[in-house]
């Protein structure tokens, strides 16, 4: 038996695999089966963001679900890769990069020359945040940070952050890479499907939803055209109303001046006497006593 591990054991064409082989084929098997799962529950739980449910444009949400161009589409690995970027003293680096399809996983390895760093990594999309590495201090002069994660919700970006600011003295020096392997055509096509049923079941939730506050809407506003006919007519008839009461006031306002002015007038006519009283009052005083 042992001898038969050591030498290998017979594949279907013919050829041998070692032990440590058919261990890295199971390891890719039950990795791309979890990639696989994990994309298609993502995929069956999207739900589109308010600001793309609030668009007036159709298109936005219908693209969110249709993801890429098959017809110009690659599946070929994205790689983003730099050597020895200086981080400063009380500095960090951000380094963003863009995903638009859902499913692709994204494997990164960073390492530093002589000193440690603090690293992290942020998914930042339309409505939220999602944080896909806390950022610590990492021992990246020892041995190299990695990791792998699958990004569900798209489009994001990813922001890869170098912090080297809790550090006083000395700048660090840091290398990456960054690797997007996109999915396959065939799971593109398995997804968009997913998300399209999903969708359309947000889409109908939310317009049954807005149906609803349509129709109280609509009972509101023709409650309020009601009342407002009714005061705009009772408007009109108050502007008749003060139309008469203000010709009124103008006519008894000069009524009253003018009857001021005539008691004003007889009050001192009581008093003083009337002026041709005055130069025939001689006259007056003869014809009495005769």
Same mark, same amino acid.
């Given at each position: 038996m042992a001898e038969e591990k050591k030498a290998g054991v017979e594949s279907e064409n013919g050829g041998k695999t070692t032990p440590e082989e058919e261990l890295a084929k199971r390891q890719a098997l039950l990795e791309a089966r979890?990639?696989?799962?994990?994309?298609?529950?993502?995929?069956?739980?999207?739900?589109?963001?308010?600001?793309?449910? !609030?668009?007036?444009? %159709?298109?936005?949400?219908? @693209?969110?679900?249709?993801? /890429?161009?098959?017809?110009?589409?690659?599946? +070929?690995?994205?790689?983003?890769? !730099?050597?020895?970027? %200086?981080?400063?003293?009380? @500095?960090s680096l951000d380094v /963003?990069?863009?995903?638009?399809?859902?499913? +692709?996983?994204?494997?990164?390895?960073?390492?530093?020359?002589?000193?440690?760093?603090?690293?992290?990594?942020?998914?930042?999309?339309?409505?939220?945040?999602?944080?896909?590495?806390?950022?610590?201090?990492?021992?990246?002069?020892?041995?190299?940070?990695?990791?792998?994660?699958?990004?569900?919700?798209?489009?994001?970006?990813?922001?890869?952050t170098f912090d080297n600011q809790y550090s006083w003295i000395t700048e660090k020096s840091a290398t990456y890479k960054i690797t997007v392997t996109p999915?396959?055509?065939?799971?593109?096509?398995?997804?968009r499907r997913r998300r399209a049923k999903a969708t359309l079941k947000s889409v109908n939730e939310d317009a049954s939803s807005a149906g609803e506050r349509l129709e109280n809407?609509?009972?509101?506003?023709?409650?309020?055209?009601?009342?407002?006919?009714?005061l705009e007519k009772e408007l009109e008839e108050s502007k008749k109303n003060l139309e008469a009461v203000t010709k009124e006031v103008d006519f008894l306002s000069v009524r009253c001046d003018l009857r001021?002015?005539?008691?004003?007038?007889?009050?001192?006519?009581?008093?003083k006497g009337w002026e041709d009283e005055t130069s025939n009052s001689g006259e007056v005083a003869e014809g009495e006593n005769a």
């Open positions: 979890a990639i696989s799962e994990a994309t298609a529950t993502a995929d069956s739980s999207y739900v589109p963001s308010p600001a793309l449910l !609030a668009s007036t444009d %159709p298109l936005p949400l219908l @693209k969110q679900v249709d993801g /890429p161009d098959l017809a110009k589409y690659s599946d +070929s690995p994205n790689v983003y890769v !730099a050597k020895h970027v %200086p981080i400063g003293v009380r @500095k /963003p990069i863009y995903v638009t399809v859902g499913g +692709s996983v994204v494997e990164y390895s960073v390492t530093t020359e002589k000193y440690d760093i603090s690293f992290g990594i942020v998914a930042e999309r339309d409505e939220k945040e999602t944080i896909v590495k806390a950022n610590e201090r990492e021992d990246t002069h020892l041995s190299p940070c990695t990791g792998k994660f699958l990004v569900g919700t798209v489009p994001c970006t990813l922001v890869f999915p396959s055509k065939e799971n593109v096509m398995a997804g809407a609509n009972t509101q506003k023709s409650s309020l055209e009601s009342t407002i006919e009714k001021k002015t005539q008691i004003s007038m007889l009050n001192e006519r009581l008093e």
